[in-house]
């Protein structure tokens, strides 16, 4: 394709037409939100600073956003998703425009909206997928500071790397990878007054969630250092792990594509040309630290998805220089999961595989809330109480129309969920609807039924409920 605007245009037009696609698609997805989804509508209807698990840019956006649409359906609480991976297209592409020519850019935005964590983000609302675009906008103004040499444009890189650090506290990677440029490389540094605009924005754009942390008994931080597992150890703390490492690494290639992963890996091996050795300290690093804390315990694959802004970059400029025919298998690819996934959505339950449905994980979570919520009216209480942490999550995004109240049972000591921190049951309940897979320590407990949670998220758990004074879950508590 010609260096003109024209190439530009037609990059929107890809982006785009796969955002609208996307949105279509999501409006016949028969999938149920996911825990995190529910969790995260949650928060967006009490706004706050800082919330239990992460900080609060995804539940201001969802609550922002269901407020306009006047719905709280999952398709208005997943729309943003698809949107902003097409806007995170087009700010990369921007980035591969202004540091190559158009063609790149093109390439860029085409590859990025079709990775596999982007179709993923594009139909399960994630923090990471709130991240996307700020962090991609970050490394963009970034890169304009060090052409320009200009404060303004260094305070919009802090900027905006503040509000990914509000999405998730993987924003603050910007910053690391952002020092090792400097270290590692002379065209890499800037100037101490753009270091200190940067640094200046970014810390005023979260020092609200700081104040918050501090007033919350370092809520967020504590649960961080839950999921580190071996900052603090403890039984399920499996210690250092091979196997795991290699688990985790492996899972790169579906995370980005098998083709644009391998052009990354070969990028940061053997890429030549001072901008691509600048990018590589923008995403090595990352994909570095969560390797290291795969080796030690447990992570998820998306856990170094910030690798993969300026990687999409590194990959794709290693492919149009040395291999061109591999950047159209990559698209052709990926492009190939990005209309598989969505049809999956569309098509579920089915398929069904060993007597399962490929997508349990994503149904049943809104038909064991209807079955409690009818047991509930049946049983003549007017209280939920429950403990699972995933259970709870749909019952307070379906229940909302019901009139009825969901409660956390009362933590023992330091709360361990959002619900157990905002929604515990408080003293003086009269009799309320226990749900869960095991009897509550009461004498008066009566159990009313057994719920049907077969082909889904619950599959060969044994759900019932109990009717029990709610005196008797407070006086555990205590």
Sequence with gaps: MPDTGATMRSAVRVVVAITLARLLALAFNRTDLYVDESQYWLWGQYPDFGYYSKPPLIGWLIGAVTWVAGSDASFWIRAPGAVLHGATA???????????????????????VTLPMATLGSLLISTDTVMAPFFAAALL????????????????????????????????????CAALAALLRRDGRLAPGQWAAMLVAFAIVIS??????????????????????????????????????????????AVMGPV?????????????????????????????????????????????IATYFA????????????????????????????????????????????????????????ALSAQIIDMARSGAAGTIVARDRAILADL????????????????????????????????????????GDTAPGCAEARMTGRFEVKGGAYDGRDIRGWILPGKCLTDDAN
Excluded at 144 to 173: H, I, N, Q, V
Excluded at 215 to 227: F, P, S
């Design 141 to 176: 103004f970034w890169s304009r500071a060090l052409r320009g040499g200009s404060w303004a444009m260094a305070a919009l890189a802090g900027t905006a790397a503040g509000f990914a650090f509000m999405a998730k506290y993987a924003g603050a990677y910007f910053l690391l």
């Design 208 to 253: 609200p969630n700081v104040q918050w942390n501090f007033g919350h008994d370092l809520t967020t931080v504590e649960h961080t250092m839950d999921n580190a597992k071996w900052v603090r150890g403890g039984s399920d703390f499996q210690g250092p792990s091979v196997a795991r490492l290699a688990e985790f690494f492996l899972s790169q290639f």
């Design 396 to 435: 307070f995004h379906t229940a909302l129309p019901s009139g009825l109240t969901v409660y956390a049972t009362p933590p023992g000591g330091r709360p361990r969920s959002y619900y157990e921190q905002t929604f515990p049951l408080p003293e003086g309940a009269g009799d309320v609807l226990f749900v």
């Design 260 to 304: 644009l992963f391998a052009a990354l890996l070969w990028g940061w091996a053997r890429g030549q040309g001072a901008d691509i050795r600048r990018m590589l300290w923008l995403s090595l690093p990352i994909l570095a630290i969560v390797c290291i804390q795969s080796l030690l315990a447990r992570t998820y694959a998306n856990w170094a």
């Design 311 to 366: 990687g999409t970059l590194i990959a794709v400029r290693m492919l149009a220089d040395q291999a061109p025919a591999l950047l159209r298998l990559s698209l052709g690819i990926n492009g190939a999961i990005a209309v598989l996934l969505p049809l999956l959505t569309i098509l579920a339950p089915w398929p069904v595989i060993g007597g399962k449905p490929l997508l349990a994980r994503y149904l049943g979570q809104a």
């Design 90 to 112: 087009l700010i990369l592409a921007a980035w591969a425009r202004e540091t190559w020519d158009d063609r790149t850019g093109f390439w860029v935005a085409a590859s990025y």
